[in-house]
């Protein structure tokens, strides 16, 4: 009996045995059963379409059914007539039969990545004989990018003077085995720069050409002439691209830029504002301009004017004081020999400078709810006929520019009420308020915030001695409430964000809380006090600086409740 118990167990583990060697060994032929290699071109160029070939291979012993082949692209690599923006396309194979192949091309084009490597992934997921789960096998290739196919190249001066005018040559070369048609140059030039000239006209506004098709190894060029003016020190590109169309889809085949700045001028001006250059401007509050002026050349400089435009809605002009010849029309001041003897004639080396006054305007100027981020500019020029040997241009010339933001503001008010219908809150007992009894008031805080929106706010307060908070805050939008601590009596709302313009163009944001206060013997013949001072603290997203705000205490007077005279706020006994 007990060898035969021992023959079942034995004959039972070969068998167990077995079957799962044959499963292992099964489950590997499936394993192995597609094979996927990619295939390319041994080196592509920027902007040159091409193919790639997917193989897929049975090499398992059962039809490999509802097989699906995707293919994934890196960056700047692109499925030629869709968007860039695509980097995944789907084929459905369907079924590959034993020893059977399925070969599938893809048409790409690669857009960026200049001598680099950019890995491709095909993958394949298929079902095989009567296993009901799916199975997947992917391979890739790194495919070698050279450079551009079309080679494009923007030569200007790495060094001009503000105001002189210089020449950029366009390049553009086919250095592919592929001929190009309906390409089309774009350059994006900086706000300041004016197109002079062109050797090739612009076929749209003033830098846009449609260049027409390109045989391999052509090449072309042309210049423009312009001027560009900028403050001393700064730095400009000339973007370009070339872009073209396949299949239906456009496609920037070739980009470059030339990088130009500002050298120092031989006129070189300066500009502060109250003695800084990022001066954060408050309402009302007084500005101090200052243009300093240098001859930075050899030679002397003759009537020398220079000119400032002040732009910004919060200017009050009324309050200009100035040496300077102010135009109302467009709000510009002049300074030269007139009133500024000094400009009559400016030594080698010489320097100088002038300045004007005035205050900001009290009031933000908001009517609408986009009126908001207000800001102070000052553009200023300073030039001369006189034209030293090393400038290529018809006058000396230099521009400065200044803007300043100005900060918003954000109040609060708070206020208490005993008949208060309009909050939907019934406040109990008596009133006059009494010695030793329970009055129950409402306090609404009321948020009003000016030109500029404001983050992390804070509104904090404590509440008077014998006053509690009772019931549940209510505020005016969807955001939690005031929290009350009980052992400090210390009242805290949090708001994440407040837009500008609330309170202005729309209502205030308001919290509304109801206090339970219980006036003892010291009070008896005073109003009582119900809260301290609120404090509001925020950050003001525009200027990045922190905003701040108070309002007073509010007792039993209650000043805001219409129905109340202020001597029925004094305790009775």
């Given at each position: 009996?007990?060898?035969?118990?021992?023959?079942?167990?034995?004959?039972?583990?070969i068998v167990l045995g077995g079957g799962v060697v044959w499963y292992v060994i099964y489950q590997a032929g499936l394993t192995r059963g597609i094979e996927i290699e990619i295939t390319g071109p041994e080196k592509i160029l920027i902007g040159v379409p091409f193919d790639i070939r997917v193989n897929l291979a049975n090499?398992?012993?059962?039809?490999?059914?509802?097989?699906?082949?995707?293919?994934?692209?890196?960056?700047?690599?692109?499925?030629?007539?869709?968007?860039?923006?695509?980097?995944?396309?789907?084929?459905?194979?369907?079924?590959?039969?034993?020893?059977?192949?399925s070969q599938q091309t893809f048409r790409l084009v690669v857009l960026g990545g200049e001598n680099s490597f950019k890995k491709i992934t095909a993958s394949a997921n298929y079902m095989s004989g009567s296993l009901s789960s799916r199975f997947q096998r992917e391979s890739s290739l790194d495919l070698a990018v050279g450079g551009y196919g079309i080679t494009l190249d923007i030569a200007a001066p790495q060094?001009?003077?503000s105001g002189e005018e210089f020449d950029a040559e366009i390049t553009y070369k086919n250095s592919s085995?592929?001929?190009?048609?309906?390409?089309?140059?774009?350059?994006?030039?900086?706000?300041?720069?004016?197109?002079?000239?062109?050797?090739?006209?612009?076929d749209i506004g003033n830098n846009v050409w449609l260049l027409g098709g390109l045989r391999k190894g052509s090449e072309n060029k042309f210049k423009i002439s312009g001027k560009m003016i900028g403050p001393e020190g700064a730095f400009f590109d000339l973007?370009?691209?070339?872009?073209?169309?396949?299949?239906?889809?456009?496609?920037?085949?070739?980009?470059?830029?030339?990088?130009v700045s500002i050298a120092t001028s031989p006129l070189s001006l300066r500009m502060t504002l109250n003695d800084q250059v990022d001066y954060i401007v408050e309402p009302d509050d007084h500005l101090s301009y200052v243009l300093a002026y240098t001859n930075n050349t050899d030679v002397g400089l003759r009537d020398v004017i220079v000119k400032v435009q002040l732009v910004g809605a919060m200017y009050d002009f009324s309050s200009l004081?100035?040496?300077?010849?102010?135009?109302?029309?467009?709000?510009?001041?002049?300074?030269?020999?007139?009133?500024?003897?000094?400009?009559?004639?400016?030594?080698?080396?010489?320097?100088?400078?002038?300045?004007?006054?005035?205050?900001?305007?009290?009031?933000?100027?908001?009517?609408?709810?986009?009126?908001?981020?207000?800001?102070?500019?000052?553009?200023?020029?300073?030039?001369?006929?006189?034209?030293?040997?090393?400038?290529?241009a018809d006058k000396t010339f230099s521009v400065a520019s200044l803007e300043n933001k100005v900060r918003g503001q954000a109040t609060i008010d708070t206020k208490a009420f005993f008949r208060d219908a309009a909050s939907g809150i019934v406040n109990t007992g008596p009133f006059p308020p009494k010695v030793n009894q329970p009055t129950r008031y409402t306090i609404h805080w009321q948020i009003t915030n000016q030109s500029t929106d404001i983050k992390s706010v804070e509104i904090r307060s404590f509440l008077a001695g014998n006053v509690k908070m009772v019931g549940v805050p209510k505020t005016s939008t969807g955001?939690?409430?005031?929290?009350?601590?009980?052992?400090?009596?210390?009242?805290?709302?949090?708001?994440p964000r407040v837009a500008a313009t609330t309170g202005v163009i729309s209502k205030p944001l308001e919290a509304i809380f109801q206090v339970e206060a219980i006036p003892s013997s010291a009070n008896l013949g005073f109003y009582m006090p119900l809260i301290q001072a609120t404090t509001l603290r925020a950050i003001d997203e525009f200027?990045?600086?922190?905003?701040?705000?108070?309002?007073?205490?509010?007792?039993?007077?209650?000043?805001?409740?219409p129905t109340v005279t202020p001597s029925q706020g004094i305790v009775i006994q």
């Open positions: 009996m007990r060898i035969g118990k021992i023959v079942i167990i034995f004959t039972a583990a090499s398992s012993q059962n039809p490999l059914e509802n097989v699906q082949l995707s293919v994934n692209l890196p960056a700047d690599t692109a499925f030629l007539g869709s968007p860039p923006s695509k980097n995944v396309d789907f084929k459905g194979i369907g079924t590959i039969g034993i020893d059977g192949i060094k001009i003077f085995d592929t001929d190009f048609n309906d390409l089309r140059l774009k350059i994006d030039f900086p706000p300041t720069f004016t197109v002079s000239r062109s050797t090739l006209v612009p973007k370009a691209a070339i872009e073209t169309s396949f299949l239906g889809q456009n496609y920037a085949v070739s980009v470059n830029s030339g990088t004081s100035t040496n300077g010849i102010f135009r109302s029309t467009d709000n510009s001041i002049t300074w030269n020999a007139s009133v500024v003897p000094q400009l009559a004639a400016l030594a080698p080396g010489q320097s100088g400078s002038v300045n004007f006054n005035l205050r900001v305007a009290k009031n933000y100027p908001i009517r609408r709810l986009s009126d908001k981020n207000f800001t102070l500019r000052v553009t200023g020029t300073i030039e001369s006929p006189t034209v030293p040997n090393f400038v290529a955001i939690p409430g005031p929290v009350y601590n009980d052992r400090t009596q210390e009242i805290i709302w949090q708001i200027t990045e600086s922190e905003l701040s705000a108070q309002d007073v205490p509010e007792n039993t007077r209650l000043p805001d409740d």
